[in-house]
């Protein structure tokens, strides 16, 4: 009995896997056709907007490019590694500030067409607010800044500022109040 192993045809997959993994740009582009509109669908039901979709795709083939060398055949489809990259690429672009800045605003003109009501609560997009933070305590006001005007999470801005999360929170909710009552 013969035990060597037997050869057997390579998937197409396999070839396509190989080519990427030779740099062979012909591949990125059968790569892009063939995945490209599946992948699309996927990234666009997580971003729910057309444009940023689009993005996250062209960013998440590029991860795809430039790390096509750690994708393990034995542990799925290439398909499915490929989704899973455009997801993490997804999931980063929401959580990124620049994002979380987009999405709080309107066009000007969806916002010209439709009459807003009055603000009830503090809303840190009011015109000569920068200015309002002026009169805050130093302290108050470097948390308000990177909070509000720098795009950062309560935690990012207690490791920037070295101090502990209870006194990022503690410091940015009295400046919220002060800021509430000179707004007044």
Request: hydrophobic content about 40%; overall charge positive; charged content about 25%.
């Amino acid at each position: 009995m013969n035990n060597a192993p037997t050869l057997l045809p390579a998937t197409d997959e396999e070839i396509l896997v190989q080519r990427l993994v030779a740099r062979d740009e012909q591949a990125l582009r059968v790569l892009h056709d063939r995945y490209s509109r599946n992948l699309l669908t996927v990234i666009f039901r997580l971003v729910r907007d057309e444009s940023l979709a689009q993005d996250v795709l062209q960013e998440g083939l590029l991860k795809v490019w430039l790390s096509i060398d750690r994708y393990d055949a034995a542990r799925g489809r290439l398909f499915t590694w490929m989704v899973r990259v455009c997801c993490n690429q997804a999931i980063d672009a929401m959580r990124s500030p620049r994002h979380r800045f987009n999405s709080g605003t309107k066009s000007l003109e969806v916002g010209g067409a439709q009459r807003a009501q009055a603000p009830s609560s503090f809303n840190p997009e009011h015109i000569g607010l920068r200015e309002l933070t002026l009169k805050l305590k130093p302290k108050q006001r470097e948390v308000i800044d990177l909070l509000y005007f720098g795009g950062c999470t309560q935690v990012e801005a207690a490791e920037q500022l070295g101090i502990p999360l209870a006194t990022v929170k503690t410091r940015a909710r009295a400046a919220l109040v002060v800021l509430g009552q000179l707004a007044k």
